[in-house]
């Protein structure tokens, strides 16, 4: 996934018009590490208010090997694909009640009532005590608030957090009768009715029974389906975090347990923290697992994949993908490493450069008639000539790029020739469809072959 001098080029221009790095493939971005996504539809767009974990800085003097998060950035896409990086939205320095030291802004979400858009957000109090009280006994989350005109801030935080709530991980959910509830966690799920501004809770929070009392619970989302009110969750049902859900005919319950949403992650991340969107008759799950950092989970990056209902509202178990839900174009540089399925024996992925994870992976077919297949490419109208592969290998080696199956329509064949360095080889392309296929990539001679990346032009 190591992108040309064009496209660095094309990425720093990019980034001063604040785009980010981010692909239609997981995960979402690729430039920072992000977590705990929050999904929203305002404006006809996605916006996607994660939380961003970073190494920890020199200044750092918390807990060591856990997350370090000092602000939050928001994402949009109107396409699922290519997603825009607004900037920083909010800082722990730009808050009056936060410890400014504690680098805990950790996950939050964000929604829109009557003009305005609430963001809410868990971090560490001052240790002053400022709010309440002269004493504190010993640093706390609490749960703030910051309001903005437009999705994307710039977000103004209120001077004090939202009283009578302890906890992290803020979810909202705004019924149909406009009444708004706030969900959080603090070992257990709560709830408490918001009043009309927003920024104050109604009355006391009350604790969701009949959720798993063994294994810790957090990271509520809740949401409405067809009168059904749904409240999912992380759990540490065996090990590492899992997703659940329960169900119930009102916002604050009584929910009943229903089932698993997302099994343990196999790259043994522990934590996992999501949000479920709607978009264009399909939904999604977006959640996060430690891509980019597989020797440390609290560095994490953000994923999405479809995620579907059973005729009686039940959610069915969401298979975690690399390929993600995004249509790529076929004129784009395709990350064939984020593959939708792979020969049994013969392809290995790894990433380009160990030092730097963000440039992302390559895919390495190590013996003959080794594929990956890789789903909904874009080929438009279809009138692409060549086929380009970034690669190298040891001697030389061919690669075959066909449409739809393995043995489907012969779209070229390109020949890698000796290069100990990447090197962009390219072949005259056949048969190119109209619209959206998949493509499958078969080494079918030659040495061993690692390929960044494939495109038709
Ligand atoms: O990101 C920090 C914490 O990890 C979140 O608040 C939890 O939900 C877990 O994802």
Known sequence: MKKSLGYLLILGVAGFLKTSSAFATNPLIMDQFTADPTARIFDGKIYVYPSHDIKAPPEYKGKPDWFVMEDYHVFSSDNLTNWKDHGKILSQTSVDWTDPTAYAMWAPDCVFKDGKYYFYFPAIAKPEGKNEGAEPKRPEFRIGVAVSDTPYGPFKPLTTYIQGVRGIDPNVLIDKDGTAYLYYSQGKIFVAKLKPNMTEIDGEPL??????????????????RKGTYYLTYPHVENKIERLEYATASSPMGPFKQAGVILDESESGCWTVHHSILDWKGQSYLFYHDRDLSPNFDKNRSIRADKLFFNADGSIQKVKPTLRGVGLVDAKSEIQIDRYSEKSAEGVAISFIDQANTHAGWKTSFNAANSWVRFNEVDFGRGAQKSVKVRAKSGTSGTLEIHLDKQDGPLLGRVKIDDATDWKISSATAKKIPKGVHDIFV????????????????
Not at 442 to 457: I, L, M, R, Y
């Open 207 to 224: 604790t969701i029974d009949n959720l798993p009392t063994k294994g810790l619970l957090e990271g509520p989302f809740a949401f409405e």
């Open 442 to 457: 078969t080494q079918t001679s030659g040495d061993a072959v690692e390929v960044d990346w494939v495109s038709f032009k």
